[in-house]
């Protein structure tokens, strides 16, 4: 079993930065890969980021690519998503999950475990 409690949002201008912060239970974080989703009201949550577990490969949806950055310290059992030049519409609740499987996935169903997440709001 795996507890992940995200960290870091909050009210930003267009243009800023953010760091979120996912820490997770668990003496076997290591072996899990580590995706970021993100959620606006009404609309359906939506893929952002995804880490390996060894950290070597990483997949970014294309409207955050050259903007987002995901990693890992395995030590620390802690995702990061480091977020620039952010727009009004990366406005979302942001989500961090995390797999069992070989490998990384860029759906949400590719996921075992998930945060209860964290309120991102950007203004224009």
């Known amino acids: 079993q795996v507890q992940l409690v995200e960290s870091g949002g909050g009210l930003v201008q267009a243009g800023g930065s953010l760091r979120l912060s996912c820490a997770a239970s668990g003496r076997t974080f290591s072996t899990y890969g580590m995706g970021w989703f993100r959620q606006a009201p009404g609309k359906e949550r939506d893929f952002v980021a995804a880490m390996a577990w060894s950290g070597g490969r990483t997949s970014y949806a294309d409207s955050v690519k050259g903007r987002f950055t995901v990693s890992r310290d395995n030590a620390k059992n802690t995702v990061y998503l480091q977020m620039n030049s952010l727009k009004p519409e990366d406005t979302a609740v942001y989500y961090c999950?995390?797999?069992?499987?070989?490998?990384?996935?860029?759906?949400?169903?590719?996921?075992?475990?998930w945060g209860q997440g964290t309120q991102v709001t950007v203004s224009s």
């Open positions: 999950a995390a797999r069992t499987g070989v490998g990384l996935s860029t759906t949400a169903t590719g996921y075992n475990y």
